[in-house]
């Protein structure tokens, strides 16, 4: 396969061989136990964004990284949010990270999992319309969902005034989707934070100075303070860092 910008090892074993995709997924791979990761792009600074949109933040490495965490993952989760406002589209792997996913006994593509307070959904929007895999949108008791919703997902509620986060990937799990990779955006990291069920946030630091202005990559309310591991570095040719923490 072609590899645009070489990417390699800082830390713990720094070794200057690029590494391939396979190298790559290593540094990755799956829990063995149920797990959630978070992925993420942000300036030196700390911003979510850059003019609104996470894709003034990402390049070449970043995307490489973020679609092999799709292809890892069982589900992947973001928030209605984030899935409105970056127009998500349908989740699409290529044929060779398809045929990865077949031969380590997994569907061809990750579940998509949308998670929303209002059900303002629209059932049309690719994500849902042109879905692989039917998609789950996690919502709360008494939200009304739109119509035609229901024919393109999976409604499940958890929580009567908000989504019980625990109790969505508990259900999330009970359906086979044990590795979760979480998209955002910052208010559903930050509630997941503060419910304490993120294991993993995988970081990529790209060489900007954002401003003020942008939000950062969390946001919502405060939750206590935990240590989260160093695990890997991984460096990009052209100074963008990847960053991996995971809990053990
Ligand atoms: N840098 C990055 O890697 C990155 C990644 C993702 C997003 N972003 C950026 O983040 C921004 C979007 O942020 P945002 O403020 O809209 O936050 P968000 O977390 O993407 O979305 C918030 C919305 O998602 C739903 N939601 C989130 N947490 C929930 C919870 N615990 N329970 C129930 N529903 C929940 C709610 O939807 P309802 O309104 O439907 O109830 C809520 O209004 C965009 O600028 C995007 O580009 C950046």
Not at 109 to 119: A, E, N, R
Not at 194 to 221: Q, S
């Amino acid at each position: 396969m072609s590899v645009g910008i070489p990417i390699s090892a800082l830390w713990p074993d720094p070794s200057p061989q690029p590494l391939d995709d396979t190298a790559l997924a290593a540094h990755y791979g799956r829990a063995d136990r149920p797990h959630l990761r978070v992925n993420f792009v942000t300036s030196v600074d700390g911003a979510v964004s850059v003019d609104g949109y996470s894709a003034g933040l990402s390049g070449e490495p970043d995307k490489r990284v973020f679609g092999l965490l799709r292809m890892l993952c069982d589900a992947l989760v973001v928030a209605a949010g984030t899935l409105r406002h970056e127009g998500y589209r349908a989740v699409r792997l290529d044929e060779r990270r398809r045929a990865w996913r077949r031969a380590h006994g997994l569907p061809e593509y990750p579940t998509l999992v949308v998670v929303s307070d209002s059900l303002d959904l629209d059932p049309a929007q690719a994500a849902f319309a042109d879905a692989p895999v039917r998609p789950v949108v996690l919502t709360r008791v008494g939200a009304a969902a739109p119509t035609g919703l229901t024919d393109v997902a999976d409604v499940v509620r958890c929580g009567d005034d908000r989504v019980d986060l625990a109790e969505g990937l508990a259900e999330l799990r009970r359906r086979g989707l044990d590795q979760l990779l979480c998209e955002g955006g910052p208010r559903l990291f930050g509630a997941l934070t503060a419910a304490d069920l993120v294991d993993e946030v995988c970081l990529t630091v790209a060489p900007l100075l954002a401003g003020a202005g942008p939000g950062r990559i969390t946001a919502g309310d405060a939750s206590a303070v935990r240590h989260l591991p160093l695990r890997h570095v991984l460096a990009a040719a052209d100074g963008v860092l990847m960053l991996r923490y995971a809990r053990d």
